[in-house]
């Protein structure tokens, strides 16, 4: 018996059915993706850590999240953070590359793993001492500095360098690691709070903190302890000739094939450029001109 003969007139038309449900079903399934994607359009998806403080909270008021969620009505789309308790340091590699989220918030224009916005604010590498000590200098080589004896920095940050070339790195080694309760930093990342270093230099355990001035601005403000904040004003040269540099223009990052979302982000940040310095001002941080 052939096939062909064994088909009956109800069996075409079953099959007819059946055909036309697979079709109805592929039309459900297109239109639920066209209504995703119009979600995700809608959405501006933050890669936001919840260490990273004063940066970024859990509650979303750190002054990237507030920055953040500036563009993102900028843009027409709502804010939404995409937080993670590992250290703003993988946000890149474990969120934004594997599309968990979209843009990282303050990376440093040209970072070469991602595509950058335009610079949306520059700054640098401050000084923090207390105001009566008289501290006024700017450049870090200066005698005023050098001749100071504890200082509390951030590790895996040219402050650290710094400490080497004046010759205080060795003699302020068993004080830096007190300020991670002495744990290694062997195959971890261990890094030291902003505020903890605010708070060295407020009650007199450290006579200079030297960090990047987003990081401790805050701080420096809220402190009952008068402290002076002071921008470093030289780069720190090196043997060969390229200098690590104390100021940086600060910008968005997002996947590198996505140059329609950072050309939107990039129009967003001319419209809000007026919002975003008040927040930035608030914030205490002392503002350079961007490509500076």
Same mark, same amino acid.
């Given at each position: 018996?052939?096939?062909?003969?064994?088909?009956?007139?109800?069996?075409?038309?079953?099959?007819?059915? %059946?055909?036309?449900?697979?079709?109805?079903? @592929?039309?459900?399934?297109?239109?639920?993706?066209? +209504?995703?994607?119009?979600?995700?359009?809608?959405?501006?998806?933050?890669?936001?850590? #919840?260490?990273?403080?004063?940066?970024?909270?859990?509650?979303?008021?750190?002054?990237? =999240?507030?920055?953040?969620?500036?563009?993102?009505?900028?843009?027409?789309?709502?804010?939404?953070? +995409?937080?993670?308790?590992?250290?703003?340091?993988?946000?890149?590699?474990?969120?934004?590359?594997?599309? #968990?989220? *979209? %843009?990282?918030? @303050?990376?440093?224009?040209?970072?070469?793993?991602?595509?950058?916005?335009?610079?949306?604010? &520059?700054?640098?590498?401050?000084? +923090?001492?207390?105001?009566?000590?008289?501290?006024?200098?700017?450049?870090?080589?200066?005698?005023?500095?050098? *001749?100071?004896?504890?200082?509390?920095?951030?590790?895996?940050?040219?402050?650290?360098?710094?400490?080497?070339?004046?010759?205080?790195?060795? =003699?302020?080694?068993?004080?830096?690691?007190?300020?991670?309760?002495?744990?290694?930093?062997? #195959?971890?990342?261990?890094?030291?709070?902003? =505020?903890?270093?605010?708070?060295?230099?407020?009650?007199?355990?450290?006579?200079?903190?030297?960090?990047?001035?987003?990081? %401790?601005?805050?701080?420096?403000? /809220?402190?009952?302890?008068?402290?002076?904040?002071?921008?470093?004003?030289?780069?720190?040269?090196?043997?060969?000739?390229?200098?690590?540099?104390?100021?940086?223009?600060?910008?968005?990052?997002? &996947? &590198? /094939?996505?140059?329609?979302?950072?050309?939107?982000?990039?129009?967003?940040?001319?419209?809000?450029?007026?919002?975003?310095?008040?927040?930035?001002?608030? /914030?205490?941080?002392?503002?350079?001109?961007?490509?500076?």
């Amino acid at each position: 018996m052939s096939l062909s003969k064994a088909v009956s007139p109800l069996a075409l038309i079953a099959a007819g059915i %059946v055909t036309a449900g697979v079709s109805f079903s @592929g039309l459900a399934g297109a239109a639920t993706d066209a +209504v995703d994607k119009e979600g995700a359009a809608k959405e501006l998806r933050i890669c936001a850590s #919840n260490a990273e403080a004063p940066f970024s909270e859990k509650d979303s008021t750190g002054f990237e =999240d507030r920055i953040a969620t500036v563009l993102a009505d900028a843009m027409g789309r709502k804010p939404v953070f +995409v937080r993670t308790d590992r250290p703003g340091i993988y946000l890149v590699r474990d969120q934004l590359d594997k599309k #968990n989220c *979209d %843009v990282v918030m @303050g990376v440093d224009a040209g970072d070469e793993r991602v595509l950058t916005s335009r610079p949306y604010y &520059r700054t640098g590498y401050v000084l +923090v001492t207390k105001q009566d000590r008289g501290i006024t200098a700017s450049r870090w080589d200066d005698e005023q500095v050098k *001749d100071q004896s504890r200082f509390a920095v951030r590790f895996y940050s040219p402050a650290e360098t710094l400490l080497k070339r004046i010759g205080r790195f060795e =003699d302020n080694a068993a004080y830096m690691y007190s300020l991670v309760d002495f744990k290694s930093r062997r #195959n971890q990342w261990i890094q030291v709070p902003g =505020d903890r270093l605010v708070g060295e230099v407020a009650r007199g355990d450290a006579d200079v903190a030297v960090a990047f001035a987003p990081e %401790v601005a805050r701080y420096v403000k /809220e402190s009952r302890t008068p402290l002076r904040m002071t921008l470093i004003s030289n780069d720190i040269d090196q043997p060969d000739g390229t200098p690590i540099p104390m100021q940086y223009d600060q910008a968005i990052g997002v &996947r &590198r /094939e996505d140059a329609a979302l950072r050309a939107e982000l990039d129009r967003a940040l001319e419209t809000s450029r007026t919002e975003i310095e008040k927040i930035l001002t608030e /914030e205490g941080i002392p503002l350079l001109k961007p490509n500076s």
